[in-house]
């Protein structure tokens, strides 16, 4: 049950819009792996400033947020279009672990676009996130932040699926996370389109049974 509500979101920061025709979104690092990779329908496409919600069930999804996603993993909703299964690289399910995960946005030629780990799983970066605390989210900030690290991410106590926080950071920001010191790549260029938010712990109120997904 611990899937149902978990959610992804993804964000265009970018002035054009961009297909998603042959992108895929997942959890599982390498093909064959045991997680899940799924592909968005033909002819989706995401406009500038626009974000994507990808819900486990839309249905959960509705009932929390009040309002439906774009795409849902599990059909619950015939309203909401599935995202398709690319078990070329991998059949298993899409289901994020509140200990440690990753998320895999991959591109037309399975190439990696963006990504992010957290827990356990240092495969995004290292040292990697925190874990996911009960009822929160993960979200990117600001959301054109894309320094391959985890100080890119913060802990959001509330969760705000189809938002995105555009206030500039103050001048002397603290860091939301405080991993041990290792060397920092320097910045790469900010992505198309990335992952914004993740909601990998499912709401405290509804209990740990029903809450995760993804922007």
Do not use: C
């Not at 289901?95 to 995960?101: E, F, T, V, Y």
């Not at 894309?146 to 860091?175: C, K, M």
């Amino acid at each position: 049950g611990d899937p149902d509500f978990e959610w992804i979101e993804l964000y265009n920061d970018n002035i054009n819009p961009l297909s998603l025709t042959g992108y895929k979104l997942g959890d599982v690092e390498t093909p064959g792996g045991g997680e899940g990779i799924l592909l968005f329908p033909e002819g989706t496409a995401i406009l500038p400033g626009q974000t994507l919600v990808i819900a486990n069930r839309a249905e959960d999804f509705k009932a929390q947020y009040q309002f439906s996603p774009q795409f849902e993993i599990n059909d619950s909703d015939d309203q909401v279009p599935d995202m398709l299964r690319h078990s070329s690289w991998a059949d298993g399910s899409v289901n994020l672990s509140n200990s440690g995960d990753e998320v895999l946005l991959l591109g037309t030629h399975n190439e990696l676009v963006d990504s992010l780990s957290w827990g356990s799983s240092t495969f995004a970066f290292d040292p990697s996130v925190p874990n996911v605390t009960e009822g929160h989210s993960l979200e990117r900030y600001p959301p054109s932040s894309d320094s391959d690290t985890a100080f890119d991410w913060r802990d959001q106590a509330y969760p705000a699926p189809g938002e995105v926080d555009l206030t500039p950071p103050t001048s002397t920001p603290t860091p939301t996370f405080t991993p041990t010191p290792t060397d920092v790549p320097a910045p790469t260029p900010v992505p198309t389109l990335v992952i914004n938010e993740i909601h990998a712990d499912p709401d405290a109120i509804n209990g740990d049974a029903n809450g995760d997904g993804i922007l």
